[in-house]
């Protein structure tokens, strides 16, 4: 089994491997060159994601800066709309459906790293290479789903449809459909029914 292999199944893998050092490099490139794209090069920044990710939907937005880990484990549905300085630890997959809106710093983290230090701290190979090991849990963020600024979601969660998440949030665990939910850790608040709605 490869590393990436491993990575993407949830197993302890090597995170000095070749491989995943090389696709690591092509997403940190394509997202600098992304960042540098001007307003009007609406194109460019569609083809630059197409290479990139794993893929984007029509009529979805990123504004720059935005950062990914590997860039070919991140799935963007359509019309999302994702404000600056999102930030994608995509070691395991990430997913948004349709009609996000993800408002700016927000972060999704896929990595969980050992919590005893001299298991999580770089070691030396036979070989003489150092390295670290880590492994990943997906995310998971469904349709209709709001995430205000400075929200950060950790590895293995799910953000059921139609929920809304509060600025400066961490959500740790799943958050129901139809809810809104805030806080560090987060957690849900109350439903949202029709009485919120605004006439429009």
């Known amino acids: ?8 199944s949830g197993q302890w893998y090597d995170t000095s491997d070749p491989q995943l050092a090389a696709r690591r490099d092509f997403a940190r490139d394509m997202s600098e060159k992304y960042n540098r794209t001007a307003e009007a090069e609406v194109q460019l920044r569609q083809d630059i ?4 990710l794993g893929s984007v939907g029509e009529q979805t937005e990123l504004h720059p800066s935005v950062k990914f880990d590997y ?9 999302c709309y994702i404000n600056f300085n999102a930030v994608f630890l995509d070691c395991a997959k990430i997913r948004l459906g349709n ?10 983290l896929t990595p969980i790293h050992p919590l005893l230090a001299r298991e999580r701290n770089v070691r030396t190979a036979p070989d003489g290479h150092t390295y670290m090991l880590e492994r990943c849990q997906p995310v998971t963020v469904e349709d209709c789903v709001w995430l205000g600024g400075d929200v950060t979601v950790l590895p293995g969660v799910t953000i059921g449809h139609d929920s ?8 740790t665990k ?16 109350r439903k949202i029914t029709e009485d919120d709605a605004n006439g429009l």
């Open 174 to 189: 799943d958050i129901p459909p139809g809810v809104v939910a805030a806080g560090n850790p987060c957690r849900v608040l």
């Open 1 to 8: 089994m490869t590393e990436m292999e491993k990575m993407l």
């Open 49 to 52: 994601l197409k290479q990139l």
């Open 71 to 79: 860039g070919c484990n991140t799935f963007i549905g359509d019309r």
């Open 99 to 108: 009609d996000i809106f993800v408002g700016p710093n927000t972060s999704f």
């Open 164 to 171: 809304v998440i509060g600025a400066g949030s961490v959500v």
